[in-house]
């Protein structure tokens, strides 16, 4: 396993689409165990091949890691679709790994299911909520060029875009 460089805004491959997967071949099944390891040591709950510059519909999560670092439990998502929304809505405090160590709230559908093809290749479906709604659609964005910021004010997006600018130009963060 090696860890891989987690791209930042306002690098264009993070609005970019990225593409199915066709079959789970052992390169696939590397970039997942890179991914994994890449999250964990960021630290972060979750991670899309956009952020590690690869455009292919995958991502992995563990929403568990913070309270329990001992214990991992990562979720690889491979061609994730939500299939069904709750009508109630959460809030919640987004951040990302890709626009470092800026945070607010985005508010979102409470519970989700998705469904994904695991690394076995088999179809599974999941339900999340709270943390791992969030999470899932923050990540299923990613597959789609949307970022957390993108449903903030402009103001906003744009003061968080300059302090990153800010902190690449100081060399607080690559
Ligand atoms: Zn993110």
């Given at each position: 396993m090696?860890?891989?460089?987690?791209?930042?805004v306002?690098?264009p491959?993070?609005?970019?689409?990225a593409?199915?997967?066709?079959n789970?071949?052992a390169q696939?099944?590397?970039?997942?165990?890179?991914?994994?390891?890449?999250?964990?040591?960021?630290p972060?709950?979750?991670?899309?091949?956009n952020?590690?510059?690869?455009?292919?519909?995958?991502?992995?999560?563990?929403?568990?890691?913070?309270?329990?670092?001992?214990?991992?439990?990562?979720?690889?998502?491979?061609?994730?679709?939500i299939?069904?929304?709750?009508?109630?809505?959460?809030?919640?405090?987004?951040g990302?790994?890709?626009?470092?160590?800026?945070?607010?709230?985005?508010?979102?559908?409470?519970?989700?299911?998705?469904?994904?093809?695991?690394?076995?290749?088999?179809?599974?479906?999941?339900?999340?909520e709270?943390?791992?709604?969030?999470?899932?659609q923050?990540?299923?964005?990613?597959?789609?060029?949307?970022?957390?910021?993108?449903?903030?004010?402009?103001?906003?997006?744009?003061?968080?875009?300059?302090?990153?600018?800010?902190?690449?130009?100081?060399?607080?963060?690559?």
């Open positions: 090696s860890l891989l460089h987690i791209i930042t306002p690098d491959v993070l609005k970019q689409t593409h199915s997967i066709e789970i071949s696939i099944k590397q970039q997942a165990a890179d991914m994994i390891e890449t999250m964990y040591e960021a972060g709950i979750g991670l899309a091949a952020q590690v510059g690869v455009l292919n519909r995958m991502f992995v999560m563990d929403t568990n890691y913070r309270k329990e670092k001992t214990s991992r439990n990562p979720i690889v998502m491979i061609n994730p679709e299939i069904w929304k709750s009508e109630d809505l959460s809030v919640m405090e987004e990302c790994l890709s626009i470092p160590q800026q945070y607010a709230d985005v508010e979102r559908p409470k519970s989700v299911r998705v469904k994904y093809i695991n690394l076995n290749g088999e179809i599974v479906e999941f339900v999340g709270d943390l791992a709604s969030h999470c899932i923050h990540e299923l964005d990613h597959l789609n060029g949307i970022l957390f910021i993108d449903y903030l004010s402009r103001l906003k997006r744009n003061m968080i875009l300059r302090k990153v600018e800010k902190m690449k130009k100081d060399g607080i963060i690559l």
